[in-house]
C-alpha cells in the first residue's frame, strides 16, 4: 500500500503497547476553507523494521467559513511489518431517498480528532505558479497508478467491478490537464495499493481543501454529491455508476481550474491539513519504496546501520513543537528513504535537507524524491528546496556547510552506538544559538551539572526539555514514549566561567 496509509504496526510487535494516552486540550480554531478527516502517509529514521501509516483529521485554514465534512471519519487499517497497509474501504448506507433500496453497510464514524495544523507562515505562497497556468501544457513524467496495480500475470489484483469490459480511468488534479491513469482493480491483500481508495480520497480531498464550502456543495453534499455516489458505487460494486461519478468530478475540477478558483483558493491559504500532506506522501511511497520495502529489513545488529521511521504525526508535532517556518532550515540525520525530508518541504515549505549512509535507503529516496515533485506539481503545490545526501553525516561537506544555517536538526538516535552519539556532539559545536535538536535519547545526562572538571564539555551548550509522543508514532512499537527538544543556548556556561574567573 502506500508509505502513508500505513504507519500502523502490526499488533504483535516485539514491543508490547502500553494503553494509548489520552490527552485533553482546547483548541481555538481559525476560519478554514473547510474541514475533513481522512486516512493515512510517513516517516523514517533508523531503528527496526518499516511501519504502517494513519492519517488524522484536517484543518483546512483561512476562509469563510468552517465547514464540517462528510470526511470527519476516522478508520484503522491492520497493520504488519512486511506491507505498508492501505486504509479501510469506505462502505456507506443507502439514504432513504435512493431508488434503489438495497442497504449497503456504512462505516462507523471517525472520532473526532483535534485539528493539526502549523503556526500559518503568511510569507508562504502555496501556488505552484507553473503548474495552474492557463497555459500549461507541459508534460512531466510521473508513475501512474495503473503503472503499479493492474490486472496481470503477478495475479495480485483482480476487477473491482464485475459490470465493466474497459478497467483503465483517468482522474484529474487541481493543476494542468495531466492526468493519472487507474485501473479499477481490487487488491487480493487488502494491505497492498487499493487505486479505488485512492482515487475516493483524493476526490475528498480535493473538494474539502481546494473549494470553498459553496463551491465544494455539487461535490460533498451528503444527499446527492459526487463523493457520496463514489463511495456508494464501490460499496454496491456498480462500475458504471463509480465510472459516471469520476467523469463528473474531472469535469467539475477541470472548471475551476479553468476560471482560476482553485488558484484564487489556493492563494488565500498559508498552511496545509496534515491528511493532504499524508496523502501526497503516501502516494509517493506507494509508487516507490512498498515495491522495494523489503530491502529495508537489510541492517546489521549492533551497528548505527538500522532503519525505522518516525510517522508523519509525529513528525508534524515536531515542527509545531520547534516553531519551524518556510524561511528557515531543517536538517535530518540519518534521513532513511526521506520521508521526513519530504514532509519538511511540504508541510512547512522550509530548506530541507537529509542525510543517509545506507545504499539501499538512499536509492529509495532518490526515487521518492523524483516522483513526489511530481506529485506536488499534479497538485498544485509549492514546495521548499529538497537536498538528500549520500553518506556518513559527520564526514558530508554539504550536510556540514547546511547544519551552520540550520534552524532545526532531527536526529533519530534511538539505536545509535555511544560513538556516534558523541561524534554528534561535536558536530553540533558549530550549530548556530537558537538552533533545536530534536532527538530520541538525550544528548545530555539527567541531572548533569557544570562544574570545573567538565565545563568543557559540549553538553553545557545545550538546555533540554522533556517532552512525550503518543502511541502509534513510530514504526517499532504501538506504545508511546519520551522525546527531547534541546536548544543549544551558551548563556549557562559563559555565566559559570564569569564566576570562576
Same mark, same amino acid.
Given at each position: 500500500m502506500g508509505f502513508f496509509d500505513h504507519f500502523h504496526k502490526d499488533g504483535t510487535a516485539a514491543l508490547k503497547a502500553q494503553a494509548p494516552r489520552t490527552r485533553k486540550e482546547v483548541v481555538k480554531s481559525a476560519p478554514s476553507l473547510t474541514?475533513?478527516?481522512?486516512?493515512?502517509?510517513?516517516?523514517?529514521?533508523?531503528?527496526?523494521?518499516?511501519?504502517?501509516?494513519?492519517?488524522?483529521?484536517?484543518?483546512?485554514?483561512?476562509?469563510?467559513?468552517?465547514?464540517?465534512?462528510?470526511?470527519?471519519?476516522?478508520?484503522?487499517?491492520?497493520?504488519?511489518?512486511?506491507?505498508?497497509?492501505?486504509?479501510?474501504?469506505?462502505?456507506?448506507?443507502?439514504?432513504?431517498?435512493?431508488?434503489?433500496?438495497?442497504?449497503?453497510?456504512?462505516?462507523?464514524?471517525?472520532?473526532?480528532?483535534?485539528?493539526?495544523?502549523?503556526?500559518?507562515? =503568511?510569507?508562504?505562497?502555496?501556488?505552484?505558479?507553473?503548474? =495552474?497556468?492557463?497555459?500549461?501544457?507541459?508534460?512531466?513524467?510521473?508513475?501512474?497508478?495503473?503503472?503499479?496495480?493492474?490486472?496481470?500475470?503477478?495475479?495480485?489484483?483482480?476487477?473491482?467491478?464485475?459490470?465493466?469490459?474497459?478497467?483503465?480511468?483517468?482522474?484529474?488534479?487541481?493543476?494542468?490537464?495531466?492526468?493519472?491513469?487507474?485501473?479499477?482493480?481490487?487488491?487480493?491483500?487488502?494491505?497492498?495499493?487499493?487505486?479505488?481508495?485512492?482515487?475516493?480520497?483524493?476526490?475528498? =480531498?480535493?473538494?474539502?481543501?481546494?473549494?470553498?464550502?459553496?463551491?465544494?456543495?455539487?461535490?460533498?453534499?451528503?444527499?446527492?454529491?459526487?463523493?457520496?455516489?463514489?463511495?456508494?458505487?464501490?460499496a454496491r460494486k456498480s462500475g458504471e455508476e463509480f465510472r459516471e461519478g469520476v467523469l463528473r468530478y474531472n469535469k467539475t475540477i477541470l472548471e475551476f481550474r479553468d476560471n482560476e478558483t482553485i488558484s484564487k483558493n489556493l492563494d488565500m491559504i498559508h498552511s496545509l491539513p496534515l491528511p493532504l500532506v499524508e496523502r501526497i506522501l503516501t502516494q509517493t511511497y506507494a509508487r516507490t519504496v512498498s515495491l522495494q520495502v523489503s530491502a529495508l529489513k537489510k541492517y546489521e545488529n549492533g551497528s548505527d546501520n538500522v532503519y525505522g521511521e518516525l510517522l508523519p504525526r509525529f513528525i508534524s508535532k515536531i515542527f509545531r513543537d520547534t516553531g519551524l517556518k518556510s524561511d528557515q532550515v531543517f536538517a535530518d540525520l540519518g534521513s532513511g528513504v526521506g520521508n521526513v525530508v519530504l514532509q519538511a518541504a511540504l508541510e512547512v515549505g522550509c530548506e530541507s535537507w537529509g542525510c543517509e549512509v545506507m545504499e539501499n535507503a538512499c536509492e529509495l529516496a532518490e526515487r521518492q524524491e523524483k516522483e513526489f515533485t511530481a506529485r506536488c506539481r499534479l497538485w498544485g503545490l509549492a514546495i521548499g528546496g529538497l537536498n538528500l545526501e549520500r553518506g556518513d553525516f559527520l564526514k558530508n561537506h554539504n550536510i556540514a556547510k547546511a547544519l551552520k544555517r540550520a534552524d532545526v536538526v532531527l536526529v533519530n538516535n534511538q539505536a545509535f552506538t555511544p560513538e556516534l552519539n558523541n561524534g554528534?556532539?561535536?558536530?553540533?559545536?558549530?550549530?548556530?544559538?537558537?538552533?533545536?535538536?530534536?532527538? =530520541?535519547?538525550?544528548?545530555?545526562?539527567?541531572?548533569?551539572?557544570?562544574?570545573?572538571?567538565?565545563?568543557?564539555?559540549?553538553?553545557?551548550?545545550?538546555?533540554?526539555?522533556?517532552?512525550?509522543?503518543?502511541?502509534?508514532?513510530?514504526?517499532?512499537?504501538?506504545?508511546?514514549?519520551?522525546?527531547?527538544v534541546a536548544k543549544k543556548d551558551s548563556t549557562k556556561l559563559k555565566a559559570f566561567l564569569d564566576r570562576m574567573s
Amino acid at each position: 500500500m502506500g508509505f502513508f496509509d500505513h504507519f500502523h504496526k502490526d499488533g504483535t510487535a516485539a514491543l508490547k503497547a502500553q494503553a494509548p494516552r489520552t490527552r485533553k486540550e482546547v483548541v481555538k480554531s481559525a476560519p478554514s476553507l473547510t474541514s475533513s478527516s481522512i486516512s493515512p502517509v510517513p516517516r523514517h529514521s533508523r531503528n527496526p523494521a518499516p511501519p504502517n501509516l494513519r492519517l488524522p483529521d484536517v484543518h483546512l485554514q483561512d476562509a469563510v467559513r468552517s465547514r464540517k465534512s462528510i470526511a470527519d471519519r476516522k478508520q484503522e487499517g491492520p497493520r504488519r511489518v512486511r506491507k505498508r497497509t492501505s486504509p479501510l474501504q469506505h462502505r456507506l448506507v443507502s439514504s432513504s431517498d435512493d431508488s434503489d433500496s438495497r442497504e449497503v453497510e456504512v462505516p462507523p464514524p471517525r472520532k473526532r480528532i483535534k485539528n493539526d495544523k502549523l503556526e500559518k507562515s =503568511l510569507g508562504r505562497s502555496l501556488r505552484c505558479k507553473a503548474a =495552474l497556468a492557463k497555459d500549461d501544457d507541459d508534460k512531466f513524467t510521473f508513475l501512474h497508478a495503473a503503472d503499479i496495480a493492474a490486472l496481470g500475470p503477478s495475479n495480485n489484483y483482480k476487477a473491482a467491478f464485475g459490470d465493466l469490459s474497459e478497467l483503465e480511468i483517468s482522474l484529474q488534479y487541481p493543476s494542468g490537464h495531466q492526468q493519472e491513469r487507474y485501473q479499477l482493480v481490487h487488491p487480493r491483500d487488502n494491505e497492498d495499493f487499493n487505486p479505488v481508495d485512492d482515487m475516493i480520497r483524493v476526490v475528498e =480531498l480535493v473538494s474539502t481543501f481546494y473549494l470553498l464550502p459553496m463551491q465544494a456543495k455539487p461535490l460533498l453534499d451528503e444527499n446527492s454529491g459526487i463523493l457520496r455516489k463514489l463511495r456508494r458505487a464501490s460499496a454496491r460494486k456498480s462500475g458504471e455508476e463509480f465510472r459516471e461519478g469520476v467523469l463528473r468530478y474531472n469535469k467539475t475540477i477541470l472548471e475551476f481550474r479553468d476560471n482560476e478558483t482553485i488558484s484564487k483558493n489556493l492563494d488565500m491559504i498559508h498552511s496545509l491539513p496534515l491528511p493532504l500532506v499524508e496523502r501526497i506522501l503516501t502516494q509517493t511511497y506507494a509508487r516507490t519504496v512498498s515495491l522495494q520495502v523489503s530491502a529495508l529489513k537489510k541492517y546489521e545488529n549492533g551497528s548505527d546501520n538500522v532503519y525505522g521511521e518516525l510517522l508523519p504525526r509525529f513528525i508534524s508535532k515536531i515542527f509545531r513543537d520547534t516553531g519551524l517556518k518556510s524561511d528557515q532550515v531543517f536538517a535530518d540525520l540519518g534521513s532513511g528513504v526521506g520521508n521526513v525530508v519530504l514532509q519538511a518541504a511540504l508541510e512547512v515549505g522550509c530548506e530541507s535537507w537529509g542525510c543517509e549512509v545506507m545504499e539501499n535507503a538512499c536509492e529509495l529516496a532518490e526515487r521518492q524524491e523524483k516522483e513526489f515533485t511530481a506529485r506536488c506539481r499534479l497538485w498544485g503545490l509549492a514546495i521548499g528546496g529538497l537536498n538528500l545526501e549520500r553518506g556518513d553525516f559527520l564526514k558530508n561537506h554539504n550536510i556540514a556547510k547546511a547544519l551552520k544555517r540550520a534552524d532545526v536538526v532531527l536526529v533519530n538516535n534511538q539505536a545509535f552506538t555511544p560513538e556516534l552519539n558523541n561524534g554528534l556532539m561535536d558536530l553540533f559545536l558549530d550549530l548556530r544559538e537558537g538552533c533545536q535538536i530534536v532527538s =530520541l535519547k538525550s544528548f545530555v545526562p539527567h541531572d548533569h551539572k557544570i562544574t570545573s572538571r567538565n565545563f568543557n564539555s559540549p553538553v553545557h551548550l545545550l538546555n533540554v526539555e522533556r517532552k512525550e509522543y503518543f502511541s502509534d508514532s513510530v514504526s517499532w512499537t504501538n506504545a508511546p514514549g519520551t522525546y527531547f527538544v534541546a536548544k543549544k543556548d551558551s548563556t549557562k556556561l559563559k555565566a559559570f566561567l564569569d564566576r570562576m574567573s
